[in-house]
């Protein structure tokens, strides 16, 4: 029997390939987090409705499309594929299930940069999350890395690089960090916004406004800019003249929301101060880089999730209300959920705690919230 991978299926997503997808979890799960692609289909029913056959799903499954079951560890999924197999069913299923959905990481990337550096995007398409390395002269540079901190390593050595500065743009309360980890495990710097540092229980070096660190032995420099909003710490960079690192600020389709550390009233106007102002003041062709997305629209044809900041100003709802009394009801009002255990993972994040693999992994399922929708 054939297993799909997360990579497979991110391919996929990605050339905007057809899939239809038998999702065997509980229908609650299913409607909170799925697998989602442009031209993908789905027929959910959970697996303890097909421990008595599969007959009366047969007829609802395509002939003309590949078919991958899902669950949410891999083995239900095995034993429904190996039924509709035995049926004559030609299906295959999700190696490892959502929890390797959730964590696989797809390196594409963004550019060239001046001098001869690089910029890769780290897609989690699974999740939603955004991180990125920049490599110049044997040196590398991550920015908001997720926990699977093998893959970045990897990727650096592959490139022939060595990891000397990790940043993260604010404390995360969606996805841990492995900033930390990765810092740890190649003896590189790690940076974190002071302000977003105050109860944490670690040493970092602080990113404030205007530092400006380079990369290589080029001038390919990451000046970080003070954007509070998100985060009282929130920090966005730009890189080369050329790329807007805007963290959790500004994302394709959204803002930020100011609400996942219990501050949402406070915070209002920096959020409204850092979109309206300090970024009205940049360049219009700097190209937007967030760490999130939300909906699988926000990728480009190359699988990248990029704007420039004068498009989003024109389309983004989010940088276009003009009224205060308005603003302030978008981002206090009618928020989405929050994320999921989005406490605990702030504290890990802080080092106040340290959950296992395992726990880590069941505290980040389910989709990105960081955004107003």
Not at 1 to 30: C, G, H, S, W, Y
Not at 61 to 82: F, N, T, W, Y
Not at 263 to 271: G, H, S, T
Not at 297 to 308: F, I, Y
Request: overall charge negative; aromatic content about 8%; some cysteine.
């Amino acid at each position: 029997m054939k297993a799909m991978t997360a990579k497979e299926i991110t391919k996929k997503v990605m050339n905007k390939q057809p899939l239809f997808i038998l999702d065997v979890r509980n229908e609650d799960a299913f409607q909170d987090w799925k697998i989602e692609g442009h031209h993908f289909e789905h027929l959910n029913v959970p697996y303890f409705d097909l421990l008595d056959g599969v007959d009366d799903i047969k007829d609802k499954l395509p002939l003309d499309q590949e078919i991958v079951v899902v669950c949410a560890k891999e083995g239900s999924s095995i034993m429904v594929a190996e039924m509709l197999e035995e049926e004559g069913v030609a299906v295959s299923y999700l190696q490892g299930g959502m929890k390797a959905w959730s964590e696989y990481l797809e390196p594409v990337k963004i550019g060239d940069l001046n001098g001869g550096g690089e910029l890769y995007q780290f897609v989690r398409i699974g999740k939603g999350c955004l991180s990125y390395m920049i490599l110049s002269n044997g040196e590398a540079a991550i920015i908001d890395s997720t926990r699977m901190v093998d893959r970045y390593i990897e990727f650096a050595g592959e490139k022939a690089s060595k990891i000397v500065h990790v940043f993260d743009t604010h404390l995360h309360a969606d996805h841990i960090s492995g900033g930390r980890q990765i810092a740890e495990n190649t003896g590189a710097t790690y940076w974190l916004p002071p302000k977003d540092a105050t109860d944490v229980r670690f040493q970092y070096s602080p990113l404030e406004d205007e530092t400006n660190v380079v990369i290589g032995n080029t001038t390919i420099s990451i000046h970080a800019l003070y954007t509070p909003g998100h985060t009282i710490g929130s920090t966005s960079f730009i890189v080369d003249d050329k790329y807007l690192l805007s963290g959790d600020i500004l994302f394709i389709d959204s803002i930020g929301r100011p609400d996942l550390a219990g501050m949402a009233e406070d915070w209002v106007e920096d959020l409204r101060q850092s979109l309206y102002t300090k970024y009205k003041k940049l360049s219009d062709d700097l190209i937007v880089l967030p760490a999130h997305f939300m909906i699988i629209d926000e990728l480009n044809e190359d699988g990248t999730v990029s704007e420039t900041l004068g498009a989003l100003f024109k389309r983004n709802h989010g940088l276009n209300i003009q009224d205060d009394v308005e603003f302030r009801k978008l981002v206090t009002e009618n928020l989405p959920p929050q994320p999921n255990a989005y406490q605990e993972i702030r504290e890990t994040n802080m080092g106040k705690i340290t959950p296992d693999e395992e726990q880590q992994r069941e505290m980040e399922i389910g989709p990105n919230r960081c955004a107003v929708r």
